[in-house]
């Protein structure tokens, strides 16, 4: 799921004028990988309901599932999502490259890939070039029903790669982000083989290693996989929509504490670099209190915090 990337593409980003939305296609081996990526944890997270009876899932095994969804999901909200896509906070190095290692290992994509179709998202959300919206269909229970597809998994099937070098030039000139993109394909073996080699050694056994690699790794990646996905489908149909945005982004509740708090996604759209999504009373957002914890210890700056005057201004009528 590696890009190809130019070696001329720091002077084509600083070049002016406008660039295409779609850089290319995906080549065979990328569209592949794409494929196999996606159904393969996916078939795991099926066969998992049945094999949960009376089949190897111990206490190892769910505790490893926990740590890397959270150690992977973190890095997704916190680090692909509210540092490098929309800059709410500013990082020093050496977190800047772990958050974007953390984010590599939940199989979404290297870094830049991600923010180029997650930055194109908010561009164009809920109308014709957003690459997840469910409404582009129309609105028909059909029409719907092919939205809520297309926006949770179904638009990745389409081989079109985000332009990189119109909607992520910064992070293509940044060299530790390219670094930890160039080795995307590492950081995916690692997250399967992590688990296992854990599981293995904790049990001290060939079947301890396979039932951790099945559980904290394939099952634990397509489930973060579906979450993720459910804030690009469920969120943007369902919900309460507090805050004005120029979508149809929504605030889904049920999703809080699994989603890391991006559920809270009505608020998002409002106010994309804000470093908090759950912003009113009650609402848990995890991803906020890692980078308020980060802050604490001074390894973040520059923390866009909501204010009081601004989520009023936000507010819808
Ligand atoms: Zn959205
Ligand atoms: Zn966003």
Known sequence: MTSTLDSDTADKA???GPKPMIEGKRNRATQIAVYIFILLPFAALV???PFAWGWGLGWTDIALAVFFFYFS????TVGYHRLFTHGSFKAKRPLKIFLAIMGSFAVQGPPV????DHRRHHAFSDREGDPHSPWLFGTSPAALAKGFWHAHMGWMFDDSVTNKERFAPDLMADEDIMWVNRFFPLWTGLTLVLPAVLGGLVSWSWWGALTAFFWAGLVRISF????TWSTNSICHMIGERPFASRDKAANFWPLAILSFGESWHNLHHADPTCARHGVQRGQIDTS????WVF??????TDVRWPSEARLAKLAAR
């Open 224 to 227: 973060l996989h579906h979450v």
């Open 288 to 291: 906020a209190r890692l980078i």
């Open 14 to 16: 600083d070049r002016v």
């Open 47 to 49: 066969a998992a309901v």
């Open 295 to 300: 802050e604490k210890l001074g390894w973040v």
């Open 113 to 116: 890939t991600w923010v180029a």
């Open 73 to 76: 999901g973190l890095g997704v």
